[in-house]
């Protein structure tokens, strides 16, 4: 089977530099390489950089695919927005893990499938996952939990261990955070599971007369920071940073405080999730039978619609058959046969005792046409 790996790196606060940009070319000739991207599959060789130090030095986001079953994302962001001990709680396992390295924490979720899975093409991936990165940045920790899902159904932690805050919103999953639980494969009933504890999404946002009031409250100097970041330092985070601080650690999470006390161990997920898949199961072989003995009633009623309209033709349906087999064609001994089984079935119904004979009565005519009487055979007459 042909190999194929692909690698996407993308900056997203602040573009690369022409020596940054040349620096990255080293590594590779047919890299497709931009200010904010480094593109690159393989078919044969492999990537000769290492990703963890490209992620500490130029990028924000990284992902990786091989068609042998290995999915990786990695999601840089400053301490300031993602506390590594918050992230920590979540990720903290082999599937999922965090660096931290000059002020940044850098994210990484890895699934594996070891049977291979489908063959999925990188390309556009990262662009439909990206935006989890602002979302992490918002303080929504909807992502930290699917890691902690990861670890727990890729068997890294113990079934005694309790899952950490449950974040709400883990039903009403943004695309991008539904494109991470495909992209990390984590099973639909575990993530069910997870949900049922999970508080609806609020809308968190403070409106613009508590951002106004936030604001007059603030120490002249901090203004004059806050506007030298945003004019000179051209701080694309800082909106992220600023709403954090505004609604304050408690609103960040809201319904986190209603679900602490229930919060549940890796076995008990697991359980529910296996009960979950059960039922289903259970379900879908209810829905298929109903539907199988929908069709037999149907086959029935057609048969029997199909035997009245032959009714009474019985001898111009003989001498048909006579003709088909005259032919010596095997299309032909098709329809003969399945003719053939149109009166068997019009002769059991009617209570006709000549069927059997006149069946044998061809067998002794055709007996040189082992075609023919082959079909015969199969078709149990």
């Given at each position: 089977?042909?190999?194929?790996?692909?690698?996407?790196?993308?900056?997203?606060?602040?573009?690369?530099?022409?020596?940054?940009?040349?620096?990255?070319?080293?590594?590779?000739?047919?890299?497709?390489?931009?200010?904010?991207?480094?593109?690159?599959?393989?078919?044969?060789?492999?990537?000769?950089?290492?990703?963890?130090?490209?992620?500490?030095?130029?990028?924000?986001?990284?992902?990786?695919?091989?068609?042998?079953?290995?999915?990786?994302?990695?999601?840089?962001?400053?301490?300031?927005?993602?506390?590594?001990?918050?992230?920590?709680?979540?990720?903290?396992?082999?599937?999922?893990?965090?660096?931290?390295?000059?002020?940044?924490?850098?994210?990484?979720?890895?699934?594996?499938?070891?049977?291979?899975?489908?063959?999925?093409?990188?390309?556009?991936?990262?662009?439909?996952?990206?935006?989890?990165?602002?979302?992490?940045?918002?303080?929504?920790?909807?992502?930290?939990?699917?890691g902690w899902l990861l670890c727990a159904q890729s068997g890294d932690l113990e079934d005694d261990e309790v899952e950490p805050p449950v974040p709400a919103g883990l039903a009403q999953l943004s695309a991008s955070l539904e494109s991470l639980a495909e992209f990390l494969r984590i099973d639909t009933y575990l993530l069910q599971a997870a949900a049922a504890s999970s508080a609806p999404?609020?809308?968190?946002?403070?409106?613009?007369?508590?951002?106004?009031?936030?604001?007059?409250?603030?120490?002249?100097?901090?203004?004059?920071?806050?506007?030298?970041?945003?004019?000179?330092?051209?701080?694309?985070?800082?909106?992220?940073?600023?709403?954090?601080?505004?609604?304050?650690?408690?609103?960040?999470?809201?319904?986190?405080?209603?679900?602490?006390?229930?919060?549940?161990?890796?076995?008990?997920?697991?359980?529910?999730?296996?009960?979950?898949?059960?039922?289903?199961?259970?379900?879908?072989?209810?829905?298929?039978?109903?539907?199988?003995?929908?069709?037999?009633?149907?086959?029935?009623?057609?048969?029997?619609?199909?035997?009245?309209?032959?009714?009474?033709?019985?001898?111009?349906?003989?001498?048909?058959?006579?003709?088909?087999?005259?032919?010596?064609?095997?299309?032909?001994?098709?329809?003969?046969?399945?003719?053939?089984?149109?009166?068997?079935?019009?002769?059991?119904?009617?209570?006709?005792?000549?069927?059997?004979?006149?069946?044998?009565?061809?067998?002794?005519?055709?007996?040189?046409?082992?075609?023919?009487?082959?079909?015969?055979?199969?078709?149990?007459?």
């Open positions: 089977m042909s190999e194929y790996q692909y690698y996407e790196f993308q900056a997203v606060d602040r573009p690369l530099t022409e020596r940054e940009m040349t620096e990255l070319r080293s590594y590779s000739t047919r890299a497709r390489i931009t200010p904010t991207s480094f593109v690159n599959d393989y078919s044969w060789g492999d990537f000769k950089g290492d990703p963890d130090a490209w992620m500490e030095k130029y990028f924000d986001a990284f992902l990786y695919v091989a068609n042998w079953g290995t999915h990786i994302l990695k999601l840089r962001l400053p301490a300031r927005l993602l506390d590594a001990d918050t992230a920590g709680l979540y990720c903290a396992g082999e599937n999922a893990w965090l660096r931290v390295k000059n002020g940044k924490v850098v994210l990484s979720f890895h699934s594996d499938d070891e049977g291979g899975g489908e063959w999925v093409e990188g390309e556009g991936q990262l662009a439909s996952l990206i935006s989890v990165r602002a979302e992490l940045a918002r303080g929504d920790r909807r992502a930290l939990y699917l999404l609020a809308d968190r946002e403070p409106r613009p007369a508590e951002i106004r009031q936030w604001l007059a409250r603030l120490p002249v100097a901090k203004k004059d920071d806050i506007l030298v970041r945003l004019i000179a330092e051209n701080d694309g985070l800082l909106a992220h940073e600023l709403l954090q601080q505004i609604r304050g650690e408690d609103a960040t999470e809201q319904g986190t405080a209603r679900v602490a006390t229930g919060r549940r161990t890796v076995a008990e997920l697991l359980r529910q999730a296996e009960q979950a898949a059960e039922e289903r199961r259970r379900v879908a072989a209810e829905e298929a039978a109903q539907e199988k003995a929908r069709r037999e009633r149907e086959a029935v009623i057609a048969r029997a619609q199909h035997l009245d309209a032959l009714a009474g033709r019985e001898p111009a349906i003989w001498r048909q058959v006579e003709s088909l087999i005259a032919t010596k064609q095997p299309k032909s001994y098709d329809q003969a046969v399945t003719l053939l089984v149109d009166l068997r079935d019009l002769a059991a119904r009617e209570g006709a005792a000549d069927f059997q004979r006149r069946v044998e009565e061809l067998r002794a005519a055709h007996a040189r046409k082992p075609t023919f009487i082959d079909r015969l055979q199969k078709a149990g007459l």
